[in-house]
């Protein structure tokens, strides 16, 4: 497969699918593991093989078991292949038996070193001298100091805990917990007040890390911290040698079971005094409660207990680790199991616990039934109003459920009834995550989505999921929101942690600032930090930036105007309180005099950012976080397609204006009079009048000074010397007229008919209204409102009359040509689709959008011949139509980014994309698509697309993109995304999203650069030519009707293109981004280069090689670069050939 990569050339297998599933026929075939010969064979090493069956076996009646299994795979999923998927992604996940082997062999390595730890002498906490070397301690000392003695022993036992000894540990981060059991004598009673038990756990563990680092059986020893909480800092080992970066064994550190009371950590007790804390004298009796503080100390008293419950749990259900996997799984494709506040596999585990405890599911279901059942309960239940609890028999000390939830913004209580295990965790996050399973729920029984795919298969960054996102920077500013928000009671809480403190209060003034315009907030849970054991532990500044998601409601979302209650509400000082100078007394036009906040935003675009002004400005209000420290990326890649002009714009206005002069139109030929045939209907056809033109049609007013005059047909010409006047394009218009007997059944009698209503339409409209027109034979351009209409008559029996001939026995032979095809394609399948995604439209408001920026990707790198603006625009459409397992994109930077994803991670080879428009498609339908595209595959199109009215054929894409054009914009979209993201994310990268416009020229041999005075549409380029020139027209006056008919289509590089591909298109393939594009890159064709055979017949550009009697012929390169110049003459500037390939 790399040779084939190497040289360009790939078969389409290599395109495709995920790793884990290139080949499922593989999956199909029953298999066993050969046992390998030596202990050091990779998992990589180890072959399947076939097992060989008897002809009896091969053909005896299925067992009971069998007939079991196939009644399971019928009632529960949609198909067989469902359920193998399931089964074949559980084997990947699970680790082998060779690798447990050495998990293993490794722990018990490391418990032997752990047990021999040295003792030391007692000391104050503070002093350090027996910590010798370079060793840290891993803790933020805030406050600096804390009573309390200390020393070393040897822990008082060893033991695994978590995942992997209950044997739900997965790959691919293979994490073994190892709680290592403090001895009480290095403990106290008073150690949980004031941080003394958090701090005498570090530096047990940094005593840990120095007796560990002088031993060569551990690779790699690095400081962390459990789910992001700096006052629970582990120690990570990785064995040395080559298996070094396969797993990793985690220590905790712990008090001895039973050590501390649990009634002590009641989430309404205090256990970090303000006064200790602030060092300010403190007389109050009534201490804030610290519930997060008692929480962490909780946590570390109950795991081997959590451990010996879930152990009984799974012990009576078979399907439990399975289960817990695919639910593992589920979760990390939604970046919900890692960081502060995550819902991690440990949860899962107890969350299916709960289920089984409760009765809600059996132990007898199936894997699959108790990962549907768990997302199904998710989706129902609202932990943040009601909270859950695993315990049976609690104590009097117990909490209430009432005590944590007036604690915690979400509870999920332990068997215990002591801690919640959902502590750490925000609001917005479990709303998330029941977001998330309410999602799949919806798609799971929905027999057109590709649910294993959907769930388990297809990752959901941020970036990809929420519609706008923003980031906090500079961190350390919250500590002034910290001070503003009056949150010391929170900072204690937290141990200083001023992010964590500050988070709940920022998430909630968002929320609330935002209101109706969203559906989701969701925040960035940073993953945790791991640090070299001789480094201090990390500042909280040196966090990384907090990043924030947005699920908009389109309708409300680019609202301009925030109405509050009326002015003698009593509500309204508290308008007024938070919303501050902006709030103002407005009268309305139904009478109403209320409270109201207007925002600003004249055009689409700038009303689209509605959301982004709000959240600054409350920040900044609320919370003192400067405008400067917030970064919003919800619009960055926009830019690419905005028009000049004096307020910024998107395109969406202009696309309405020319819409609505469109719909005008419209009517003006359904009521005009005098015509021999009625008009049965007015059809645009053109993406301008489906809103998805990359750069719409402006309304034009011509400069008649800049042009010369043809008076016979009232035309303007350009003058010679001038720049390129500007492109004017026509809007192209299908009239269908009625049908009658008096059409002709002859195809030249068609066309000229055709050719007297264009002539008579064009008088009538000048008659009536006004309008310029120049008829052609094929068409009627119309100048209104400084826009031209090019109108096509059409009869709807002319392609079966072009199908038509009288063959040599004088008999009516009908077949298929492409001329009728062609004539097809423009008249009724063009209008069918504009109409058709006009609607999608109205519905999405973004889709247009979204249309436009896939189109300036493809045309920017150089692949707009290759992907149609009808083929992209369905391809969007699919994002639309078929959004699982997102929801439909809410802005046109989050369905641009999933436009690259589809081209990049879509199996091209295997199945057909089913655009669904208008819900036309059953799932009927979708089978036969699916068994006829199967049948079919060798004979059709790369990319087979499918709609309702073109099932079979894919008439998008019957001539493009080839096989290794596919492969091409394959690999360039997964570098553009991946530059994209980057971009978007990370706050250090340089902000140029244009980087992923710019096409890489490196692979073309022949770059043909043309005068830029020459080209029409300079100003849509990527990057902006800082040269400007008068095209003819005037800036920002409003379109004409009337006067001379203005150049219209006239675009020197399109013509100079074509003429370069019938000229040469036998030896190259020749490429230019049609929005501005100044390079014409040429790539020479393989099998160019081959001497021919000499023959007078084909010697066009081409020169005679002699050798000895044999005389052949090869491309005259030297002549055909010179041919590229005088072709384009005026136009071209240079001509660059970058490679000599055609040498060798």
């Known amino acids: 497969m790399k040779k084939k990569q190497k040289d360009g050339v790939g078969s389409i297998e290599q395109m495709v699918t995920p790793v884990s599933f290139q080949d499922e026929s593989k999956a199909l075939i029953k298999a066993k593991r050969s046992a390998p010969d030596d202990d050091t064979a990779t998992d990589e090493e180890m072959k399947y093989h076939p097992v060989k069956m008897s002809r009896s076996d091969l053909y005896r009646p299925p067992s009971v078991d069998e007939l079991k299994q196939l009644k399971e795979a019928e009632s529960l999923f949609h198909c067989s292949l469902l359920k193998m998927q399931m089964e074949e992604l559980l084997k990947e996940v699970f680790l082998s038996e060779r690798k447990k082997q050495q998990i293993d062999s490794f722990v018990q390595t490391v418990t032997g070193l752990l047990k021999s730890v040295p003792k030391t002498e007692k000391v104050e906490m503070a002093d350090l001298s027996w910590l010798t070397g370079t060793v840290k301690v891993p803790f933020l000392l805030v406050p600096q100091t804390t009573k309390g003695k200390f020393h070393i022993e040897p822990p008082s036992s060893v033991e695994l805990i978590g995942s992997y000894p209950l044997g739900t540990c997965t790959k691919p981060h293979v994490m073994v917990d190892l709680v290592v059991i403090i001895p009480s004598d290095v403990l106290q009673e008073k150690d949980a007040l004031n941080q003394r038990y958090p701090r005498k756990r570090a530096l047990y563990l940094a005593g840990l890390a120095q007796h560990l680092s002088t031993s060569s059986q551990i690779g790699t020893l690095l400081y962390s911290c459990l789910h992001g909480n700096r006052l629970r800092p582990v120690l990570l080992l990785r064995p040395p040698g080559k298996e070094s970066s396969s797993f990793s064994v985690r220590i905790h550190a712990c008090p001895p079971p039973g050590f501390f009371k649990p009634s002590r950590f009641h989430p309404q007790r205090n256990n970090v005094r303000t006064e200790w804390y602030t060092g300010i004298p403190n007389s109050e009796p009534n201490q804030p409660p610290t519930p997060h503080y008692n929480s962490t100390i909780l946590g570390d008293l109950l795991p081997s207990a959590h451990l010996q419950f879930l152990s009984a749990i799974q012990s009576q259900c078979s399907a439990f680790a399975d289960a817990v996997a695919l639910l593992k799984v589920w979760l990390h494709q939604r970046q919900l199991d890692k960081g502060p506040g995550c819902f991690n596999g440990f949860l899962a585990s107890m969350l299916l616990a709960h289920l089984l405890t409760t009765h809600r599911v059996s132990n007898s279901m199936t894997a699959y039934q108790l990962f549907r059942n768990s997302l199904n309960f998710l989706a129902s239940t609202d932990l943040t109003e009601n909270g859950i609890s695993l315990a049976k028999n609690t104590d009097s000390t117990a909490p209430s459920l009432e005590e944590f939830h007036r604690a915690f913004q979400v509870v999920f209580v332990d068997p215990s009834g002591h801690l919640n295990l959902c502590a750490d965790m925000t609001a917005c996050t479990y709303k998330q995550l029941q977001h998330e399973a309410s999602v799949s729920m919806e798609f799971w029984d929905n027999a057109t989505v590709d649910g294993f795919q959907s769930l388990l298969m297809t990752p959901k960054p941020m970036i990809r999921t929420s519609d706008h996102v923003f980031q906090l920077c500079e961190l350390v500013k919250l500590q002034a929101s910290c001070k503003k928000l009056n949150l010391l009671n929170e900072l204690m809480d937290f141990s200083g942690n001023y992010i964590h403190a500050s988070l709940p209060s920022i998430l909630s003034l968002i929320r609330r600032g935002l209101g109706q315009r969203i559906t989701l907030l969701t925040h960035s849970r940073a993953p945790d930090p791991e640090w070299s054991i001789q480094n201090e532990a990390p500042k909280y500044r040196d966090h990384p930036p907090l990043s924030f998601g947005l699920l908009l409601k389109p309708e409300l979302a680019a609202s301009v105007l925030e109405r509050g209650p009326p002015a003698d509400n009593p509500k309204a000082a508290e308008f007024r309180q938070f919303w501050g100078s902006r709030s103002e007394l407005r009268r309305f036009q139904d009478g109403a005099i209320t409270e109201a906040v207007l925002w600003d935003g004249e055009t689409i675009c700038q009303k689209r950012l509605v959301p982004k002004q709000i959240i600054t400005y409350l920040l900044q209000l609320h919370a003192h976080v400067p405008e400067s420290s917030v970064r919003f990326v919800g619009a960055m890649v926009d830019d690419v397609i905005k028009i000049r002009r004096e307020v910024p714009s998107s395109g969406e206005e202009e696309s309405l204006l020319v819409v609505q002069s469109f719909d005008d139109l419209s009517r003006k030929l359904w009521r005009l009079e005098g015509l021999p045939l009625a008009i049965t209907s007015v059809q645009g056809a053109h993406p301008a009048l489906r809103y998805t033109q990359v750069f719409p049609p402006q309304l034009t007013k011509v400069d008649y000074s800049f042009f010369d005059k043809e008076k016979k047909f009232t035309s303007l010409l350009p003058k010679e010397n001038k720049p390129c006047p500007t492109y004017i394009t026509p809007i192209t218009v299908i009239c269908h007229m009625e049908g009658s007997g008096k059409w002709p059944h002859d195809r030249l009698a068609i066309r000229h008919i055709k050719a007297a209503f264009h002539i008579r339409l064009g008088e009538l409209l000048k008659q009536h209204h006004n309008y310029t027109f120049r008829a052609c034979p094929t068409h009627l351009d119309v100048w209104k409102d400084g826009l031209v209409f090019r109108i096509q008559i059409a009869y709807h029996r002319e392609p079966q009359v072009l199908r038509e001939s009288i063959g040599a026995d004088g008999m009516l032979v009908v077949r298929d040509t492409e001329e009728a095809q062609t004539l097809e394609m423009a008249t009724i399948h063009k209008p069918l689709l504009t109409s058709t995604l006009h609607g999608l439209q109205q519905q999405h408001t973004c889709f247009g959008a979204v249309c436009r920026l896939a189109k300036r990707w493809l045309g920017a790198q150089l692949f707009s011949c290759e992907i149609t603006d009808d083929t992209a625009d369905l391809l969007v459409a699919w994002l639309f139509l078929q959004a699982a397992p997102f929801t439909p994109p809410g802005s046109p930077q989050v369905g641009f980014l999933r436009f690259l994803h589809l081209l990049v991670s879509f199996d091209w080879r295997n199945n057909p994309l089913i655009v669904n428009l208008n819900n036309q498609l059953t799932v009927a339908d979708y089978t036969e698509i699916k068994n006829d595209f199967m049948a079919s595959r060798e004979s059709l199109p790369v990319m087979f697309i499918a709609t309702p009215k073109d099932k079979k054929v894919s008439l998008w894409t019957k001539q493009a993109p080839s096989v290794q054009m596919l492969q091409r914009i394959i690999m360039v979209a997964a570098e553009s995304l991946k530059v994209l993201e980057r971009q978007l994310m990370c706050s250090e990268e340089t902000q140029d999203v244009r980087v992923a416009l710019r096409p890489p020229l490196e692979a073309y041999d022949v770059l043909i650069?043309?005068?830029?005075?020459?080209?029409?549409?300079?100003?849509?380029?990527?990057?902006?030519?800082?040269?400007?020139?008068?095209?003819?027209?005037?800036?920002?006056?409003?379109?004409?009707?009337?006067?001379?008919?203005?150049?219209?289509?006239?675009?020197?590089?399109?013509?100079?293109?074509?003429?370069?591909?019938?000229?040469?298109?036998?030896?190259?393939?020749?490429?230019?981004?049609?929005?501005?594009?100044?390079?014409?890159?040429?790539?020479?064709?393989?099998k160019a280069f081959t001497p021919l055979q000499f023959k007078t017949s084909q010697m066009s550009a081409r020169t005679v090689e002699v050798n000895g009697e044999d005389v052949k012929t090869v491309p005259n390169v030297e002549a055909i670069l010179e041919d590229f110049k005088i072709l384009g003459n005026g136009l071209v500037k240079s001509v660059e050939a970058r490679t000599e390939r055609w040498t060798f």
């Open 1009 to 1086: 650069h043309l005068n830029q005075k020459q080209v029409p549409l300079l100003s849509q380029a990527v990057d902006r030519s800082p040269l400007t020139f008068s095209r003819g027209t005037i800036e920002g006056s409003v379109g004409q009707s009337g006067g001379a008919m203005p150049v219209v289509d006239y675009n020197p590089v399109s013509l100079y293109l074509n003429e370069l591909r019938e000229s040469f298109g036998h030896l190259a393939l020749f490429f230019c981004d049609p929005y501005g594009g100044t390079v014409i890159a040429v790539l020479w064709k393989p």
